[in-house]
């Protein structure tokens, strides 16, 4: 099946430091996704990416579909407390079904 | 709009017991999924649904059952639970491909304990 390995696992930073956060997968999809989960919630979209190559933005996150399409990262810029949570990347296949990285799992230090 | 809704939130069940999980959207989604979430594992997908009165198998479907008898509701049964179905499950839902939409959007999730 779909490998999808999502690194690191976690991540314990300072506020106001920059975070970032990759995927890589063993086959190529079309559809890349950035969710995130806070405790007792389920995820959330952040970021949806389309073509190789593509960078967006959605506020202080910035997120890349690598142009071999086998890889994207996100990046988190200046953090603060609120971005406590599990991120996980995402590749959307037939029927919307997502195959989901393992979660890279952020603390932020006040 | 409540979204995805799910129920119960909490649940304890001896080994052997069935139950049943309710999912539930109003936003007149065609596809449904049901996933479970355990530690340092994300979420994997145990049955899907693509319209009413239509299943489908996804990668962890052993021991689950699923139903979809209305649009905006789909069931997820354990017939025999086991210990290791001691998990978080999570419902989710999105459009259509062909309406261009890619998000799926997520219930609150239910925490089920087999002892």
């Known amino acids: 099946g779909q490998q999808l390995n999502q690194s690191p696992q976690s991540m314990f930073i300072q506020e106001g430091e920059d975070v970032s956060m990759n995927c890589t997968s063993s086959?190529?999809?079309?559809?890349w996704l950035w969710y995130k989960q806070e405790p007792g919630e389920g995820p959330v979209l952040l970021i949806a990416?389309?073509?190789?190559?593509e960078l967006t933005s959605n506020g202080r996150l910035t997120a890349q579909f690598g142009i071999t399409r086998k890889d994207s990262f996100l990046n988190i810029s200046a953090s603060i407390p609120s971005d406590v949570g599990i991120y996980f990347c995402?590749?959307?296949?037939?029927?919307?079904?997502?195959?989901f990285g393992t979660g890279t799992k952020l603390q932020v230090i006040p | 709009n409540a979204g995805v809704t799910q129920t119960p939130k909490f649940r304890v069940l001896k080994t052997g017991q069935s139950m049943t999980l309710l999912c539930a959207q109003d936003?007149?989604?065609?596809?449904m999924y049901w996933y479970r979430q355990d530690p340092g594992m994300g979420l994997r997908l145990i049955h899907y649904?693509?319209?009413?009165?239509?299943?489908a198998k996804g990668e962890v479907p052993d021991g689950y059952n699923v139903s979809r008898l209305k649009k905006q509701n789909f069931l997820l049964g354990l017939e025999s639970a086991a210990p290791s179905q001691t998990s978080v499950y999570f419902c989710?839902?999105?459009?259509?491909?062909?309406?261009?939409?890619?998000?799926?959007?997520f219930g609150p999730g239910t925490r089920l304990t087999v002892t």
């Open positions: 989710a839902s999105s459009y259509s491909r062909r309406q261009g939409v890619y998000e799926q959007y």
């Open positions: 086959s190529i999809f079309n559809t």
């Open positions: 990416l389309y073509k190789a190559g």
């Open positions: 995402g590749l959307s296949g037939g029927y919307q079904k997502v195959t």
């Open positions: 936003m007149n989604h065609e596809y």
């Open positions: 649904s693509v319209g009413e009165g239509t299943t």
